[in-house]
């Protein structure tokens, strides 16, 4: 599977320059729990989450319309070229301990975000396949000999 297909999603993205409380209104706007964070030629500089705000703005007794994303941002987050495997997507969420990883492009740009419930929904999925094909294995019907004759002799004449 390519990381490609974690990019159909848009991204929604904020400028470190913006207020705490902008970027609370894209969250709740968006219906999401993290924004990318970009300078203005696009590239990723950090990863401002919800629990982000929680910790370092609230948590800290801080006004939300004077703190920055700039102030409550993690820095340079750990993110993935979008020609590497869903292995190596999945090892790197493991080693770093996180749950959200943005996709980038050859320029450093962000195109997507693999989270942990993205990769719990594919796994469901494929679970859900590999049920579909033990169950279809344990009650198919088995062909007669009769009939297996006939179908090679019809197939191969």
């Not at 910790?55 to 004077?66: A, C, I």
Request: charged share 25%; hydrophobic share 40%.
């Amino acid at each position: 599977m390519s990381l490609r297909e974690f990019c159909t999603r848009p991204i929604v993205t904020i400028t470190p320059e913006h207020t705490i409380l902008d970027a609370c209104r894209l969250l709740r706007e968006h219906n999401i729990g993290c924004l990318l964070v970009t300078e203005r030629d696009g590239r990723l500089s950090g990863v401002l989450t919800d629990r982000d705000i929680a910790l370092r703005v609230t948590g800290e007794g801080r006004d939300p319309q004077l703190a920055t994303v700039q102030e409550s941002m993690t820095p340079n987050p750990v993110r993935i070229p979008v020609d590497q495997s869903l292995h190596e997507l999945t090892t790197l969420m493991h080693s770093q301990r996180v749950r959200r990883i943005p996709i980038i492009d050859r320029e450093g740009k962000p195109i997507g975000i693999a989270t942990l419930d993205d990769l719990l929904v594919l796994l469901g999925e494929e679970m859900s396949e590999i049920g579909k094909t033990v169950s279809e294995a344990f009650f198919r019907k088995p062909v007669t000999a009769g009939a297996w004759d006939y179908h090679w002799w019809a197939t191969y004449t």
